[in-house]
């Protein structure tokens, strides 16, 4: 068991790697977009990216997941690969063609400023979640053959593409337009366009992917096995209904507040200072997406072994003890965090520790979710998320005309809250693990305690003393940590070596 956990570890840094960096750089471009644009711009960025989240749920329909089933059940993996992918290629085309024949009718619903270059927008988004579908199984193989080191250099230079480009148009073609220049960089830009280049270069960035992912579509046979299809679809659709209820949880709070804020310029900007501080919980959403990257392959592998249900015991309490860890050094340190994001878009710093505690949920959610996967029985998954949207939708209808977007935060911890709550009296009746909650329960009292003791010197006006006092709390969270769980690990680590 605790080789076990180690290569979860080390396998969990290296998707970090891949996708720490890659965020990090995403990061960067949030100081660029919320300085150079104002809240309502910034607000088209946050709204097309929450399309752009559901409509990569409808142009995955949960194959990538259901790739990972079949592939570690069944003898024939090309079979499967074939399958999965063509299945996705095909299925792309198709949507793709849909949505561009009506990208103009799309951007006129959106209502949203910019509309001369809108359906453009619509187009390039609509490309980038294809792109972002027909890699998905070829990136899901690399995943289930270990090869983390590859798929994180290839989604680092996805990133760097992407960045690179963006601050090519937004940073170098735009400071020569802004100045008068007439050479070829500020012939590039159109100020009409604007924050619509972030869109250009993420789609770019795709293309470059694409021809570097070459080796992996060499290896595709254009063989449809059709009864195979079937199998992984019946798998499949409650995963898709599980998906888009998780879009509506993570992404409906910023396409919904315009609906439900009267002032529509009003509405507009509060998408734009959700969608920014929404990114300050950049780090805890790095982690997690890092370890769902390295957990899933593992928790299907680690399903043949006898000691499997302590492993996922214990990976889901260093999960949350970790987790705890990011949320104090992150709401402890917003002092000079809020510096990446724009003066205009910090009003909306009161909502980060509601966004972090969420994903905090949201990762518990995911470390459950192994109990309905490995049963085969996803209905269980699409009824927990369905449960969760119809949380967030309700939360969100009442109070957001009153309260704007802190309700929409406060939304999302109530539904992945709900979910997880759910999700764990299920998984306890069908698929019994003994979670350590007590132990859980007592790190998440000790981080939530320091975290609300530092109101009792808030009003300290000295910001250096107060950003050593919070992080003297962090380390004392670590030493906690290290003295209540070092010996368990010793342990641990000593009877692996034994049975080893």
């Known amino acids: 068991m605790a080789s076990g956990i180690k290569k979860l570890a080390g396998q969990t840094v290296i998707y970090g790697l891949g996708t720490i960096v890659p965020r990090f750089l995403n990061y960067l471009l949030t100081p660029l977009l919320t300085y150079g644009f104002t809240a309502a711009e910034y607000g088209i960025n946050s709204e097309l990216y929450a399309y752009i989240s559901f409509l990569n749920v409808i142009f995955t329909y949960g194959m990538e997941t259901t790739f990972f089933n079949f592939s570690s059940k069944l003898e024939n993996k090309q079979d499967v690969y074939n399958t999965a992918l063509l299945s996705l290629i095909l299925s792309s085309v198709v949507f793709s063609l849909l949505f ?10 959106l209502s949203t400023p910019n509309s001369v270059y ?34 994180s250099v290839l989604k680092l230079s996805n990133v760097v593409v992407n960045f690179a480009l963006t601050i090519f148009f937004l940073k170098i073609c735009k400071s020569s337009y ?5 050479n070829f960089m500020a012939s590039l830009y159109n100020p009409e366009i604007g924050i619509g280049y972030a869109f250009l270069a993420n789609l770019l960035a795709n293309c470059f ?66 969608g920014a501080c929404y990114k300050i919980a950049i780090l805890m959403t790095i982690f997690i997406q890092a370890f769902r990257f390295a957990a899933e392959p593992f928790f299907f592998n680690k399903a043949k072994e006898k000691d499997s249900t302590k492993s996922y015991a214990l990976v889901m309490k260093y999960f949350v003890i970790f987790c705890l860890f990011l949320f104090l050094a992150t709401t402890l340190n917003l002092e000079w965090i809020k510096l990446f994001i724009g003066p205009n878009f910090r009003s909306g710093l009161n909502v980060v520790p509601v966004l972090l505690m969420a994903n905090l949920c949201l990762g518990v959610v995911y470390n459950l ?26 939360v969100n209808v009442i109070f957001v005309p009153k309260y704007s977007y802190v309700a929409s935060a406060w939304a999302t911890l109530a539904a992945y809250a709900g979910m997880m709550i759910l999700s764990y009296i299920l998984g306890q009746k069908y698929f019994p693990i003994k979670y350590n909650v007590r132990a859980i329960s007592v790190y998440v009292i000790i981080a939530l305690g320091f975290y609300f003791l530092t109101f ?22 670590a030493w906690f940590v290290y003295k209540l769980e070092f010996p368990n690990l010793k342990k641990l680590r000593a009877n692996g070596n034994t049975t080893s």
Do not use: C, H
Request: charged share 15%; glycine share 6%; aromatic share 10%.
């Open 100 to 109: 561009l024949v009506f990208a103009g009718s799309i951007a006129e619903r």
């Open 118 to 151: 809108l359906p453009q927008f619509v187009i390039w988004s609509v490309l980038i979640v294809a792109s972002d579908a027909i890699t998905a199984i070829p990136f899901a193989q690399l995943r289930s053959e270990n090869k983390a080191m590859k798929f």
């Open 178 to 182: 802004d100045n008068g220049e007439t």
């Open 209 to 274: 992917t694409l021809v570097l992912l070459s080796k992996q579509f060499a290896t595709l046979k254009f063989s449809l096995n059709i009864d195979l299809l079937k199998k992984m679809l019946s798998y499949a659709w409650p995963l898709i209904i599980l998906g888009f209820a998780g879009m509506i949880n993570e992404t409906l709070d910023r396409i919904i507040l315009k609906k439900l804020i009267v002032d529509k310029s009003e509405a507009q900007i509060a998408q734009g200072v959700y």
């Open 369 to 394: 979710a192994i109990w309905y996967k490995l049963n085969g029985q996803t209905k269980f998954g699409a009824i927990i998320a369905i449960v969760g949207a119809i949380i967030t939708i309700v």
């Open 456 to 477: 009792t010197y808030s009003g300290i006006e000295n910001t250096f003393l107060k950003l050593v006092l919070n992080n003297l709390l962090v380390i004392l969270f």
